[in-house]
């Protein structure tokens, strides 16, 4: 941390914080100007938030942090990447997995024709939608625990392992007991109670960047999985919310990248919630993939005009199978010696390929 | 509703569309241009959602809603505007309330500090966060428990009722024990299981507006609290996120006479979050209360410099004091005939003045 | 400015950042952590941008500044705030100032009925559009020279001093002999040959924040001005882009008093473009004056449904009038020691009245 | 245009609106539905702008545009897609183009350096700033006519076509006398007096995106290029303002995509100043590429850290050399069935490949 004493400071006011610089457990080192004052406070062990707080001291015009606040999700701090197993599947791996299913559970009939679909087409993993997040009290809420049981049956039927959607903390044991993945949504990213409780649980968790999130704040929400005893997080871009209305949301494709540079973490792109338009889908996918994502989540509805959420953005199963068709190919084309890369991120681009198809 | 074909529409896709309009329950008129057709969907039975997944039909080019979503935070649907008691605090009516404290409850003797300065300075109520929704794992997370009681014992000694933040549905029970009002942080605004908890429980509450939730959005969190039977809710507006970073956030005060437009409930303003720089409050609160807020909420410590939490956008004692007395003069001053005002929320001001000062 | 370097940099590295700072005309201090190691560039003197590159250089983690990049705008520049008069009308005094007249001058008859009643209403100046920035080519783009010659019978009839915007350097000079002061539009702001030239022209210029200017690079939009040789400059917050879409922008009325805490030049708010809805005018223009505002700038029209611009958010006459009827009152009614105020910016708005009311 | 009348609207208001829109030249459909009525505006003769005023009219809700505002840029009206030949290069083609260059022409030295660099690396177009607008007036402002001359004479050493941002009208005969393609920089993106006198000028146009400009705002300035004539026009995505603060801007990929879908223009990318970072950049320009971007344009300068602008955007000639290896082999890849694909604009994809490598 870096206090930077306003021009026009005074002496008793330098000192003053160079005596809190130090009660809070670091070393303060000064730096005089003609005009101002620098003091950096340096060491490990010391109270960041209570140098934070000097901020409000006297003689003081602003505290600049300088090192990343996160450590558990930092790339630093561990150094190959993670890889999060949700049965079979391996997430963050050399092959991109792409997740798809209905936004909400409907009915048997409409769970079992979408699994069996992006099954057929190449997806990965299944997702669906028991409990739902709805801006309005009057929208469907989704059907709940018997949604849960259709999406375990899907799983039965098809071997897709299945992510949905928790809101409460008191779903989470029905939901660990009948899903293999727990996904946190955009709007719960910093519900913190619902991630205390997800760090103690053992499944692996899908982390949505919130709408408004800065990728510090995302990675930082994730460190509380981490911190708690959860190591298997993977991270999801899903759609910043900008002025663009054309658009549902701005799809934050450099936040993947950054995200997988900053983090060991693996990270996913949904373009179905970042562009909201079934037109965007399938490029913004090859873009996702291009740019180093882990893998994709896709809604998929036999019918999206009779899709009870979201179905102005839902693929139907046909165009789903051609979105996956037109990732296999520049995907696993890709032949770039490691050597000739810049960054370390796109070395693995190189065996990327669509799983399992 | 109204459904706007793309240019090239077919007719069997129009014919689609009317079919699927009826079949939701409303009824289809339809008004064809040159090159487009629009189809109006009339009445108010009918399935809402429904008719937006249309949108995913074959040659619809958009479908634009009409008519606001939420229904009883809506003005059209209460003629008189509603007042929130809190104790014998009454939010919504002529005087302008001002509630006060710090971020985090820290201590007993910094808790108790706080409540008799404010109180001596004017305010109406007191805030402290006993639960911390925090960014980082690693800052201070709040008392809990230890807090609430500490809360309490200020409430007792000082008659301030008090406003705390809900976190987790599990903490209700013990803040409404111990609390008078519980607070929804703005990262909790769709946090949906916590809103249906709350509308359940007999406490008031204070609504936040997220960081990213748009005025419909916010009053549609406060429909589900309204829908599920909680009448008492007070919503605040605390500054969104924007590209600005001088502030925190920007404080959005058209947002303030919007909602009031648009709902009957209060509304606070919050320039602490709002603005996060203890130089603008004053001038922030002043401007709030001139848009139509129906009371204040600001952050207060003995010692800002030594906050736990906030303490860049704390105010100190005597700071909060002359705010308050700066406050009072304009409000009390106003003596402006209702008939010489142009829209109808402006004619309230009339009588506004700093609670109990 | 602070070199940030990174974790794991080398000694080699380190060397070479203390040498190019010194090349670039600073002092170097450095200050080593357990991990890191920050240098900083201390004096006046140097080569600012020469060390901001420097964030490209091996080892460098990030350059952060610390001083406000403007000068001649500056607070600290300047002890007491800039007056600029238009004509007789001085803003930035004790009394606040009331822009108002039609987003474009249509007609004669248009243009005379809207000056006589805003000057009756209580307005100072007439503001009315002759060049238009239009979004679409296909919108009324303004009556260019006829339109100035009518702003300047209106004043001439009524004496109210005229503003107008200037699109094209090649208008300076027909706008210089109508109009009393030229408004850069906010599309304009960084526009820096427009503002080069304004610079060097005799009349006084309202410079208006862009729709994602922060404020400091509305301040330093404003420095090309002061440091060309025009001191006469009035700044103008009119709404910024957000993602909300209920109001046409977002004012920030906090960025009215934060740019009058850096800067020495008045502000002014307008609220019809920084809204977009009548509706909230009158409500918004009573918080920008209640923040410190210097004044407004209100879009008024005879029968603004029949506008050719800007339609939506033009008050008709009565509004308008009621409108600073209503301001008047809480304005004048201040009497407010200034002993009793937190900050600077306060005691000014002791003496603030609505000019020649 | 649909005109929405509010809940409560009365007969006669009703009947003004109808009589308003027949003076305006269209034809109303009327529907009444219980609580409101809608007004449709038929036909394509008429005054939209002046629909758009009824907004301020009696007993109106909202007046909802359905058609696009945009004409010649459209998609609608020219069936196949705009190729932009800037010499012999062909933008808009099967083949993606790369513009690379400095940010500023510095020295003869210096940009002969870059452009032998970039053409050895594969570039197709060399770009360098002549006149920079800068934020600061202290900045580096660019070398001006010399620049043009250097700028120049490495177009005749390395047959590169060449590109430079125009700032003034006063500065286009110039340019087009020395350069064979004219820049508006993003803060000219809505600069009308400069878009009307390049409509009228012989030499393409890249047309950047403005920082907070959507995308129709975008098309709707090329409209003003197009309807003034010069039908030469590339579109350029180079980031928007948005609340995240660790990348430069947000990179807004969709955007691509849609205004290829909306536009028959070319669009490009801007992975520099879109991320601002160096490590980002390669990755990005492989999304950009991906999503179906026509090409990039790249900051390279042969020792970023002495830049006198944008270095720490800058590549170095070695970093660009990889980043044109890193994208070829992708793209040249790529053999997808264009049956295969769900939009039109992925068939094209196909024959993407690296201009001239």
């Given amino acids: 941390m870096v206090?930077?004493?306003?021009?026009?400071?005074?002496?008793?006011?330098?000192?003053?914080?160079i005596d809190r610089v130090k009660e809070c457990g670091f070393t303060p080192h000064v730096t005089r100007g003609t005009e101002r004052a620098i003091v950096a406070a340096v060491g490990s062990g010391g109270n960041r938030t209570a140098?934070?707080?000097?901020?409000?001291?006297?003689?003081?015009?602003?505290?600049?942090?300088?090192?990343?606040?996160?450590?558990?999700?930092?790339?630093?701090?561990?150094?190959?990447?993670?890889?999060?197993y949700v049965r079979d599947v391996c997430i963050g791996g050399t092959e991109a997995v792409?997740?798809?299913?209905?936004?909400?559970?409907e009915s048997r009939e409409q769970l079992l024709a979408t699994a069996r679909g992006v099954k057929a087409a190449g997806a990965s993993?299944?997702?669906?939608?028991?409990?739902?997040?709805?801006?309005?009290?009057?929208d469907f809420q989704g059907l709940g625990l018997e949604a849960l049981k259709l999406l375990r049956e899907a799983r039965?039927?098809?071997?897709l392992p299945v992510v949905t959607e928790v809101m409460s903390t008191n779903d989470i044991e029905a939901i660990c007991e009948h899903a293999d993945m727990l996904q946190v949504g955009a709007r719960n990213m910093q519900n913190y109670d619902l991630l205390r409780h997800l760090a103690e649980c053992s499944k692996p968790v899908l982390l949505k960047r919130g709408p408004s999130?800065?990728?510090?704040?995302?990675?930082?929400?994730?460190?509380?999985?981490?911190?708690?005893?959860?190591?298997?997080?993977?991270?999801?871009?899903?759609?910043?919310?900008t002025f663009e209305t054309?658009?549902?949301?701005?799809?934050?494709?450099?936040?993947?990248?950054?995200a997988r540079e900053l983090s060991h973490l693996p990270v996913l792109a949904d373009p179905s919630h970042g562009t909201g338009r079934r037109d965007l889908i399938a490029s913004a996918s090859r873009a996702a993939l291009a740019i180093g994502a882990d893998g994709l989540i896709i809604e998929v509805h036999p019918c999206p005009e009779r899709a009870l959420s979201d179905g102005a953005q839902s693929l139907n199963?046909?165009?789903?199978?051609?979105?996956?068709?037109?990732?296999?190919?520049?995907?696993?084309?890709?032949?770039?010696?490691?050597?000739?890369?810049?960054?370390?991120?796109?070395?693995?681009?190189?065996?990327?390929?669509?799983?399992?198809v």
């Fill in 3 to 17: 206090i930077n004493m306003s021009p026009g400071y005074t002496d008793e006011q330098l000192q003053h914080i």
């Fill in 51 to 84: 140098i934070e707080a000097l901020q409000a001291a006297a003689g003081v015009d602003s505290v600049v942090p300088i090192a990343h606040p996160f450590k558990l999700v930092s790339r630093q701090v561990r150094g190959e990447r993670t890889r999060v």
């Fill in 98 to 105: 792409v997740i798809a299913g209905p936004c909400s559970v």
């Fill in 125 to 138: 993993m299944l997702r669906g939608g028991a409990y739902k997040p709805r801006t309005s009290p009057y």
């Fill in 156 to 159: 039965e039927e098809t071997g």
């Fill in 213 to 241: 999130a800065t990728v510090k704040e995302w990675l930082l929400a994730a460190e509380y999985l981490l911190a708690g005893g959860n190591q298997n997080v993977v991270l999801c871009e899903r759609g910043i919310k």
């Fill in 246 to 258: 054309e658009t549902r949301n701005t799809l934050d494709l450099a936040a993947v990248a950054l």
């Fill in 317 to 356: 199963l046909e165009e789903f199978s051609r979105l996956v068709q037109g990732l296999s190919a520049p995907i696993r084309a890709v032949a770039m010696p490691a050597a000739s890369v810049p960054t370390g991120d796109e070395t693995r681009m190189n065996g990327h390929s669509v799983y399992s």
